[in-house]
């Protein structure tokens, strides 16, 4: 298991655009093809490992956004099961604050997420939070699950530099490579060719942020996940944006619209084992980075109803 985690660790970025990934990874680690097939299936069995495959820039493939419902306790599974039913919904998570489930809609354009959000509003009884990405500082899960370290890069995407063909193949390719020799080949009838082109291509564009392991962090005890959110004045947000994502601490860092009776516009995300540490970082990133006199709050996750990925078909 030692092994299969380090691999899974190791091919978060880069995994090979070539006809037989695993046995370049194996050829890469002194092991077999078979070998390393087997450590990628043992740890989805397991539910360590979500997928292999693109992780896109948002909105560039389709549309999104961030939501959320402020639900009273007792009826918090029966409005969880509504928005985990909704194909749209990639993450659903409970965390700690009034407002208390948050989930992801993606949808091919931004009527269809609407719709996603009416269907649930209509079927909770309750209304829900638009809060769509503004500007975004660091978004990349992919960090290093011992020293937390991750790329931070501010390249812009140049979705409309890909053709049609490419894009459809890319969406296709969102729920994950299938676990076999020649992964590519298994992809919407397209031939194995055009999908490693698409996927360089989706990199070369800013599309496609990596190629790789996407792993379930609160499975390899990453369980004290903290959404830090403060109040930022609009015109300050670039800067301490800026300063801000290129903290290690921050694993995703991001500004979106404001709600009614929703004031903050200014998200982070510190993924860690401890909450007391988390609350630390969250403390430090504040004083270090000039947002602690901003009107702040601190979500810890506490349920994870549903995680998949981007579905923008």
């Not at 609407?114 to 939070?129: F, N």
Request: aromatic share 8%.
């Amino acid at each position: 298991m030692e092994r299969a985690l380090r691999l899974a660790n190791a091919w978060q970025r880069g995994f090979p655009l070539a006809p037989r990934p695993f046995a370049e990874i194996a050829w890469r680690n002194n092991s077999s093809e078979e070998e390393v097939l087997d450590d990628f299936i043992r740890l989805k069995d397991l539910g360590v490992l979500h997928r292999i495959g693109p992780v896109f820039r948002p909105n560039t493939l389709g549309a999104s956004t961030l939501a959320a419902i402020a639900v009273p306790q007792a009826d918090l599974a029966r409005v969880a099961a509504i928005v985990s039913a909704e194909a749209g919904v990639n993450h659903n998570y409970e965390r700690e604050h009034r407002v208390n489930l948050w989930f992801v809609v993606t949808a091919p354009d931004e009527t269809a997420v609407e719709a996603t959000l009416t269907r649930i509003e209509e079927a909770a009884g309750l209304p829900a939070l638009r809060l769509p990405l503004l500007e975004e500082f660091h978004i990349d899960l992919g960090f290093d699950v011992e020293t937390r370290a991750a790329p931070r890069e501010s390249r812009r995407a140049d979705a409309a530099s890909l053709k049609d063909e490419q894009r459809a193949i890319l969406r296709a390719l969102g729920a994950g490579l299938t676990l076999v020799p020649r992964a590519y080949a298994l992809c919407n009838g397209s031939s194995e060719e055009s999908v490693i082109d698409a996927l360089r291509a989706g990199l070369d564009a800013g599309v496609v942020r990596r190629v790789g392991t996407v792993l379930r962090h609160r499975r390899l005890g990453y369980r004290a996940n903290a959404m830090a959110v403060w109040d930022v004045p609009d015109e300050r947000a670039r800067e301490l944006g800026r300063r801000l994502g290129a903290d290690r601490a921050v694993t995703l860092c991001y500004r979106r619209a404001r709600a009614p009776a929703w004031p903050y516009s200014f998200y982070c995300m510190v993924h860690g084992r401890e909450r007391a540490r988390v609350l630390d970082e969250v403390e430090r990133l504040s004083v270090l980075h000039g947002l602690g006199s901003f009107p702040r709050a601190v979500l810890f996750s506490r349920r994870c109803f549903s995680q998949r990925a981007a579905c923008y078909g």
